[in-house]
């Protein structure tokens, strides 16, 4: 500017240009940016570039000695109005706004408004420089807004996010706060170590040193001193030359919780807490490398409830957990701390002894087992009773490995229960070929009801005075198809033990009933039919549906059916009065058999609705030897008659015996001096009259 306006006077109009100043707008026409001079007073243009004018909408020529008001326009002016009082006033004024072009394009410009001073400090000018800076303004806000979206991402996630340089802390958001228990302040410029339990700084630092990206777990330490697990993953972030990291952190504490418990349960037993099979093998294989290598002896007991079936039955199966419960309580009281005790299911558990001196040290553990777990359990406020069968096996005698060990335990146990249970046995060679015949027979028992192969045979009850017949007792038999006939001794015991004979027990009232029927359908006598009744059967609680419902379907009267029930079943079930009653409404009659070999009451017999007593034919057999058997004889008969109760003796065999029965006054009689049970056509044309 070779001539600076004067602040009064009105601009001269230009002259010719002198070669300097063509020389200053050719260069200020080739900068890309729209530059202009004001004189500050009015604020009229004294000089503009080609871009600065054009950008307005005019020539340069037409711009010189306007005002800026009416170069740009009102709307702007009302704008800027602002920023120029400011320049005026001599400050210096910068700031961005938004412009849209003509064309509609919006363009971001940086405007600098430069106060311009003579020598003496007065003002003469205003320069107005304008950049275009869009390009530049777009790629900070680009910026500006992921800053602003990793904020707000950081803030959303329940994950802990922390930035760090060199390890040391830089940035942390608010959930790792939350989850390590520190304020951000508390963490910003400590190291990421100091968060971290010692024993794992050196596996931090590997990676951060290697700069890995990939996930590891690891743990915290929280403001409060626990660890927390957690799921760490860190990332390498280049800014220009700087490296920073990013680690991202998650709390597995639940996850730990659930693996944890899933372990747990993989491994024990819910229901005692004790371990399950699963881990006691693999603590067993463990305790035979050991043994193994020591030279030493292990026991391993295999111990199942006798008769745990009934309690589960009779009495619920929240009661038949409270007894397992209890009993595993009882085991675990009695072993060494070494010792190991798995349930293995149901009833059954299974017990390492380590270290073994003799096998005599197992007799004795599995002895002081037997005297614990037979002591009462209190369920429901009543005592209840079971013992355990036990059988055991000892490394190196009987098994090389845990499986042949177990399994070697396992036939022993069975032959403690063919022994009468409530009992140990240890394993003897063929024990294994025994437990394996009783599989067999199982399944073969279990065939036998499908494939029609039981059968009943009756034998006639007979009246003492006249020989006339009263009553007849249906009693099973097994056409076993390689056994041949099986007597019931040989299996219903069996069957007793392992469940089967509920379908049995069903099958036997179902043919007796329908037997009866079909007899009296073809004119014979009407004669009850007696039909046993296993105490298994009677506890499971519902017989009285069931006769009836076999009554019902056969067309049977009730008065023709009698059920035999042995002493035991009212010993022990305090329900069992209800169920008599019931069978009674349904015009059936009781009887107890074997009567004087369990445990006799008087009490019982005359709080219970029982029609009969059948006196066991052990005191029947002896009765023409034994002078006790004859006491006894007379007893049951006087206290028979005396609550009114029919008397009929069993397995009368010679006249003698029946001569004296009737002199005692006894009324009925059965036995092979009246008939051998006898196949259903056979009975019916020797006693009932019927032709074949
Ligand atoms: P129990 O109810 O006391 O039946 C009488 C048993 O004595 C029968 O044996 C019968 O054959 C036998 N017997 C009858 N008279 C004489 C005799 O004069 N001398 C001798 N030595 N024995 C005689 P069996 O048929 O072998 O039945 C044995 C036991 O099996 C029965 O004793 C009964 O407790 C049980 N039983 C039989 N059938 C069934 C059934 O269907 N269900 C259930 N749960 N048990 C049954
Ligand atoms: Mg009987
Ligand atoms: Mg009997």
Redesign the pocket.
């Known amino acids: 500017m070779s001539t600076p306006p004067s602040t009064s006077n009105p601009p001269a109009p230009p002259g010719p240009p002198t070669q300097q100043e063509s020389l200053l707008r050719t260069i200020a026409n080739q900068v890309p940016a729209l530059i202009a001079y004001y004189e500050p007073e009015h604020m009229r243009c004294l000089f503009s570039n080609r871009q600065y004018a054009q950008a307005n909408g005019w020539n340069v020529e037409d711009v010189i000695g306007r005002t800026v008001r009416e170069i740009i326009g009102e709307t702007a002016w009302a704008l800027i109005e602002g920023h120029v009082e400011r320049v005026r006033k001599g400050e210096k004024v910068e700031y961005i706004r938004p412009q849209v072009l003509p064309s509609g394009e919006r363009r971001y410009i940086e405007v600098n408004l430069i106060p311009h001073f003579d020598p003496l400090g007065r003002q003469v000018g205003v320069f107005v420089l304008i950049n275009d800076i869009t390009g530049h303004y777009l790629a900070e806000q680009a910026i500006r807004d992921s800053e602003e979206r990793m904020r707000k991402f950081a803030a959303a996630t329940a994950e802990g996010i922390f930035f760090h340089k060199n390890g040391v802390l830089t940035d942390v958001n608010e959930a790792l706060c939350a989850i390590v228990g520190y304020a951000r302040e508390e963490m910003i410029g400590r190291n990421t170590l100091e968060f971290v339990p010692a024993e794992r700084h050196q596996e931090v630092a590997d990676y951060i040193r290697a700069g890995l990206e990939t996930p590891y777990e690891s743990e915290i330490v929280h403001s409060d001193g626990r660890r927390i697990p957690v799921e760490m993953v860190g990332k390498t972030l280049r800014v220009g030359d700087e490296a920073s990291r990013l680690g991202v952190l998650r709390d597995i504490s639940d996850r730990k919780r659930a693996e944890e418990r899933i372990a747990y349960l993989a491994h024990h037993d819910v229901l005692t807490g004790l371990p399950n099979r699963t881990q006691l093998v693999e603590r067993l294989d463990i305790t035979l490398a050991l043994a193994k290598r020591h030279g030493s002896g292990v026991a391993i007991l295999f111990l199942d409830l006798d008769h745990f079936k009934t309690v589960n039955d009779s009495l619920g199966h929240a009661a038949g957990d409270a007894l397992l419960k209890e009993i595993a309580a009882r085991i675990r009281g009695l072993l060494r701390e070494a010792d190991v005790v798995a349930r293995l299911g149901g009833d059954e558990f299974l017990i390492v002894l380590p270290d073994l001196e003799s096998a005599g040290d197992a007799a004795n553990v599995a002895g002081k087992l037997i005297t614990a777990i037979s002591g009462p359990a209190m369920l429901e406020g009543r005592p209840v009773y079971v013992s355990p069968s036990i059988g055991i096996s000892i490394y190196p005698r009987d098994g090389a490995n845990a499986d042949e060990l177990v399994r070697a335990a396992d036939a022993a146990m069975y032959s403690a229960k063919e022994n009468g249970r409530g009992n140990y046995q240890f394993f003897a060679p063929g024990l294994a070929q025994a437990a394996h015949e009783a599989l067999v027979k199982e399944a073969k028992l279990r065939e036998a009801l499908s494939r029609g192969e039981f059968v009943l ?1 009756y ?1 006639p009850q007979m009246n003492v005075k006249d020989n006339t017949l009263i009553g007849i ?4 038999r097994w056409r076993h198809p390689e056994l041949g006939l099986l ?3 040989e299996f ?1 015991s069996f069957a007793e033990s392992r469940g089967l ?1 509920i379908p049995i ?1 069903q099958w ?1 009232l179902t043919e007796a009933c329908r037997q009866n029927r079909a007899w009296q359908a073809a004119g014979a006598p009407t004669v009850p039919v007696a ?4 105490a298994v ?1 009677f506890r499971r609680g519902n017989l009285v549906a069931e006769v009836g419902r076999i009554l019902d379907e056969s067309g049977l009267d009730g008065r023709y059916l009698e059920l ?1 029930l042995t002493e035991s079943v009212l010993m022990d079930q305090a329900a069992a009065i209800d169920t008599l009653d019931a069978l009674r409404n349904l015009g059936v009659s009781l009887a107890i ?2 009567f004087g070999t369990g445990y006799s009451s008087m009490s019982y017999l005359k709080r219970y609705p029982i029609d009969k007593l ?1 006196i066991d ?1 052990s005191f029947v057999t002896d009765l023409l030897t034994d002078p006790d058997d004859v006491a006894i004889t007379r007893a049951i008969i006087n206290m028979g008659q005396a609550l009114n109760l029919t008397l009929i003796a ?4 010679k006249k003698q015996q029946l001569s004296l029965l009737r002199d005692f006054g006894c009324e009925e009689y ?4 009246a008939s ?2 006898l196949p259903a056509t056979e009975f019916g044309t020797r006693f009932l009259g019927l032709k074949d």
């Open positions: 045979h034998q007792e249906a009693l099973i007597e019931p001794g219903i004979i027990g036997v039909v046993n009744v296993s059967q035999e058999d074997d059948k034919r069993e397995g009368v065999e059965q036995g092979y001096l051998l049970p």
